[in-house]
């Protein structure tokens, strides 16, 4: 399952460092109190949201395999779309549009889905164990 998740774990990397260049970028030419924090905070906000809602859908489970949760994040079909959408819209796109609220949007819908797939990965080990779910492979 490694060839797998290994891949998939490096994109969502690689997508991290991206939207955490681009929110550097978006940030630093604001105001980091009036415009900086708020977005930051929201960005946070909705990432930890993500990583309760997608968690919620196994809490109930008595027992699932390895690595259903690792693939609900890291492979979900919406999300990869979503961000797809979000990254291909700022790469192309940021120059031209005026609107820092949707440049930021942009970075909390990209922060949101990237780093918490591999926050969201990385959890679900602990997550399984806290709530005493059967492991099956």
Same mark, same amino acid.
């Given at each position: 399952m490694?060839?797998?998740?290994?891949?998939?774990?490096?994109?969502?990397?690689?997508?991290?460092i991206y939207t955490l260049r681009m929110g550097y970028h978006l940030i630093s030419a604001h105001p980091l109190l009036t415009f900086g924090l708020p977005v930051i905070l929201l960005a946070?906000?909705?990432? @930890?949201?993500?990583?309760h809602?997608?968690?919620?859908?196994?809490?109930?489970?008595?027992q699932i395999w390895a690595f259903d949760i690792p693939m609900f994040f890291l492979a979900g079909k919406i999300a990869l779309l979503i961000f797809t959408m979000a990254a291909l819209g700022n790469y192309?796109?940021? @120059?031209k549009i005026q609107n820092i609220y949707l440049l930021a949007g942009m970075f909390i819908i990209m922060f949101?889905?990237?780093?918490?797939?591999?926050?969201?990965?990385?959890? @679900?080990?602990?997550?399984?164990?806290?709530?005493?779910i059967h492991v099956t492979y």
């Open positions: 490694g060839l797998i998740l290994m891949p998939l774990m490096i994109m969502w990397l690689v997508a991290s946070l906000v909705t990432m @930890s949201a993500y990583l809602i997608g968690l919620h859908a196994f809490k109930h489970h008595n192309f796109y940021a @120059s949101t889905l990237s780093i918490g797939a591999l926050v969201g990965a990385f959890y @679900s080990e602990h997550f399984i164990e806290k709530h005493n």
